[in-house]
Structure formats: structure tokens, C-alpha cells
């Protein structure tokens, strides 16, 4: 086993002993659920080399599927999922057939405005129920396993994570991922090679369609409900955030992005009232209804700053300091 294969095995076990550590399980298990997000799209943009604007789309798509049949179908957790992810998976078909013939801008538009269709689908759709969303959504069971525990459910998207981050990282490291790598660099060399980008995009896109509808379907398992920020322009901006911030073309980047802007969303409050405490500055007890001004401040100061991301950066001065190291 290399050290990379148990760095993530270390990684994910450190994840497992969060709840039993004082972790709020419902917290980090949406966490979970974008860092598989992001995770999603890092393959499409990372590795691909195609940035869609449209992502949102999926993982609207699938809360919303998985949460009507487990809710008005009835069927169980397992059965919800794989409906989610399935459904997805289709819309990704449907999306890739007519995006992938442009690229660049063009390609990121047209999976904008087919985004936003769906987006007002889902806004008119009974089955959606508008603005309100699909509410009450029952968990279940899941192989036998009572879902309405929240650390058996943290267990369950745990599994469910890893299995979905091994399948990106074999997707990564087979021929097939090295095809997508030529592809994001070079397009016109690997299509003289002989090689069907077409083809190869639209696999990767539906790919990266259904492990997003996986996480979508997981979201809605977890917090029990599905809305239309879900499925939102906004949701789909979020998601290129994370990425970006994490390390765009790593794959534990979109998971540290994930992680930064979740937590930012939900803690930035009680860190705007302990400044507010510390400093005897008033205005930093309105920071938690800033949200977007400080992940905007982030997103600056990454590009500006760590134009690799968090982990992009972090990994480019591992590797020279090894150097050095070896070289002395």
C-alpha cells in the first residue's frame, strides 16, 4: 500500500472518530455530502478540463427523485438512493448531448441555461412542492439498519462517501482517467491519437452528473428534506467555489473547500459574536447574516494568494521541501 492510499485510509478513519468526539453527526454528515459534490465536479473540471455552471442541476434533480419515493413510493433508503443517482444520471445524459458539442464559455453556458429550465421545472412541478420543497422525508432503513439513529446514518454516508471517493480515484488512475487528463490538456493531440473526445467528455460528464446525484440524493436522506436552493444557479456557483478553494485537479482538495465554506456558513455566526466579545465591536454581531461578503473575501484572496488552492499549494511545498531535503 503506498502512502497515499494511507493517507486516505488515516483520513477517513479520523472522519469515523469525529461524532465520538464531540462532532455534530448531522454537520458532518453535510459536509460529507458537498465534499462528494464537489468531489463530482472536480472530475468534470479537474480532470476534464470542462466547467460547467450547471451542477446545481443534479443534485436538484436527485433530492428531489430520491425524496419522492421514499416518501410517496415508499421505497426503502438503498432503493431511494440509487432512484436519486439514476435520475441524475439521465439528466447528466440528457445535458452532456447537448453541451458537449461547444467548449469553453459556450459549453459552460449552455449547461446554465439548461440548469435553469430545470430549475423552473422543479419551481412549477406539484411533485417538488415549490417554494416550500418536499418536507418530511423519512429516512428508513438501510440493510437493515435504522436510519432515524443519526450515527448509524453518519456511518452509512460515511460508506457511502468512501465507496464514491475509491470509484473517482480508480476513474482517476485508469486509462480512461488518463485519456480525460490528455483531453483537459491537449484535445486536438489526443483526438489525433485516435482517441473519441466526444465520446470521452460525455462519459465523464454523466459520471460526473451521477456521483453529484449521489450526493444530492444523500443530502436529502440526511437533512430530510428537498428545496429549490438545491437546484439553484447560486448552488452551482457554491459548488466552483469549494472546488477552487480546495485545490482544482487534487482529490482531497473539493473535500478542504467543502469543509471551509460549510463551515463558514454555519459557524461564521458564533465567530462574528466571539469577535464581537473580544474586540467590543458591535458590527461583527451581524457577520453570520454576511456570509456571502466572507466567502467572497476567501475566493479573492485564493485566487490572489493560492492560485493552486489550499491543498494545491500545501502539496507544492511539500514537494519542495522534499527536493531540498534530497537534495542536500
Excluded at 41 to 56: D, E, I, P, Q
Excluded at 164 to 171: D, E, G, K, S, V
Excluded at 181 to 200: C, Q, V
Amino acid at each position: 500500500m503506498n502512502k497515499k492510499l494511507i493517507g486516505y485510509v488515516a483520513l477517513f478513519v479520523g472522519i469515523g472518530l469525529l461524532p465520538l468526539l464531540g462532532a455534530y453527526p448531522i454537520f458532518v454528515m453535510k459536509v460529507l455530502c458537498y465534499a462528494l459534490f464537489a468531489c463530482a465536479f472536480n472530475l468534470l473540471v479537474g480532470f476534464t478540463g470542462l466547467l460547467s455552471f450547471g451542477h446545481a442541476a443534479f443534485l436538484g434533480t436527485a433530492g428531489y427523485v430520491c425524496g419522492h419515493a421514499l416518501k410517496v413510493w415508499g421505497l426503502p433508503a438503498p432503493l431511494g438512493l440509487v432512484a436519486g443517482t439514476g435520475a441524475a444520471a439521465v439528466v447528466g445524459l440528457l445535458f452532456g448531448l447537448l453541451a458537449i458539442r461547444r467548449s469553453g464559455i459556450y459549453f459552460s453556458m449552455i449547461t446554465l441555461a439548461l440548469a435553469q429550465m430545470l430549475y423552473f421545472y422543479f419551481l412549477q412541478a406539484p411533485f417538488t412542492g415549490g417554494e416550500d420543497g418536499l418536507q418530511s422525508v423519512p429516512r428508513g432503513h438501510f440493510l437493515g439498519l435504522d436510519l432515524e439513529h443519526d450515527l448509524v446514518l453518519f456511518y452509512v454516508v460515511l460508506g457511502i462517501f468512501i465507496a464514491a471517493f475509491w470509484l473517482i480515484y480508480r476513474i482517476v488512475h485508469s486509462p480512461f482517467g488518463q485519456v480525460l487528463t490528455s483531453i483537459r490538456e491537449n484535445e486536438a493531440r489526443a483526438t489525433s491519437l485516435g482517441y473519441d473526445t466526444a465520446h470521452f467528455k460525455l462519459l465523464a460528464f454523466v459520471l460526473s452528473a451521477a456521483l453529484a446525484g449521489l450526493a444530492g440524493a444523500t443530502k436529502t436522506l440526511v437533512l430530510g428534506f428537498a428545496t429549490l436552493t438545491d437546484a439553484i444557479w447560486t448552488t452551482s456557483g457554491l459548488v466552483i467555489l469549494m472546488t477552487l478553494v480546495g485545490g482544482m485537479g487534487t482529490l482531497v482538495g473539493p473535500m478542504v473547500g467543502a469543509l471551509v465554506i460549510i463551515a463558514l456558513e454555519n459557524k461564521i455566526g458564533d465567530f462574528g459574536n466571539l469577535l464581537a466579545d473580544l474586540t467590543g465591536i458591535a458590527w461583527f454581531n451581524g457577520l453570520g447574516e454576511s456570509v456571502s461578503l466572507v466567502t467572497g473575501l476567501i475566493f479573492i484572496v485564493c485566487v490572489l494568494a493560492f492560485r493552486r488552492g489550499l491543498v494545491g499549494e500545501a502539496m507544492a511545498l511539500w514537494e519542495k521541501w522534499a527536493a531540498k531535503r534530497q537534495a542536500a
